[in-house]
């Protein structure tokens, strides 16, 4: 089965500043991948999927963008970070008809 | 109208007690429907897939009804380790095989 890896698991950053987190896969070849944002106590919101190395679909407009260099890699980022990016920010990669989850990384934007 | 819709809660329970939880989908053509579990600040875990025949693991039963589009989740004697959000996900296929979250519903079991 596949396991989702994510880093760093907090981070605080300050309004303005660059941002890149990075989820990798194991256990599986050419996965769908995810990026989740999700609130303080609100619900997932779909950022962006990939369904191949350099295929990128984005759900919603925003500062942010997505990259998949390699197949078991996917990496979130931000030229300038907003405060309203504050949030958990969760990696998924799907297996038949499954999402797994990584661990996930709280962003505080100050 | 939101694509899943759930009661948020919070539903306080006392040790033992049977729950129950619904959630209502719009999209008639949605395939495949889940329930995740997310403990606080930590990230949703598969709990159970929801087949149209309805399923049970454990003291966990889930029900789908295609007809009126909502889909249940059922824990019997719950225990205070059952205290989480509960997330009902469905997959409306497509480009990306994507996955739609309801806002999810929380549980809290008092001993």
């Known amino acids: 089965s596949q396991t989702i890896h994510q880093w760093p698991a907090t981070l605080v950053q300050p309004v303005g500043s660059p941002l890149s987190l990075e989820c990798t896969v194991e256990?599986?070849?050419?996965?769908?991948l995810y990026w989740y944002r999700q609130a303080a106590g609100r619900g997932l919101q779909l950022l962006f999927y990939?369904?191949?190395?350099?295929?990128i679909s984005s759900e919603v407009p925003q500062n942010l963008s997505a990259s998949r260099p390699q197949d078991r890699q996917f990496i979130l980022s931000s030229k300038k970070l907003l405060l309203s990016d504050s949030g958990f920010y969760l990696c998924?990669?799907?297996?038949?008809?499954?999402?797994?989850f990584g661990p996930g990384t709280r962003l505080t934007v100050l | 109208r939101k694509e899943v819709e759930q009661d948020p809660g919070p539903f306080n329970v006392p040790e033992g007690a049977t729950v129950a939880f619904n959630c209502t989908y719009s999209?008639?053509?949605?395939?495949?429907f889940f329930w995740y579990r997310q403990d606080c600040r930590k990230e949703p875990k598969l709990l159970m897939s929801?087949?149209?025949s309805g399923n049970e693991d454990g003291r966990f039963t889930a029900q789908l009804n295609r007809a009126s589009q909502y889909i249940s989740l059922l824990i019997r004697d719950s225990k205070l380790s059952d205290s989480a959000t509960y997330l009902c996900?469905?997959?409306?296929?497509?480009?990306?095989?994507?996955?739609?979250f309801g806002g999810g519903t929380r549980l809290m079991v008092k001993p």
């Open positions: 998924a990669g799907q297996q038949e008809d499954t999402q797994y």
């Open positions: 990939s369904v191949g190395i350099g295929q």
């Open positions: 256990g599986t070849s050419n996965p769908n």
């Open positions: 996900v469905v997959l409306s296929g497509g480009a990306g095989n994507m996955l739609t």
């Open positions: 929801v087949y149209s």
């Open positions: 999209n008639s053509a949605s395939q495949s």
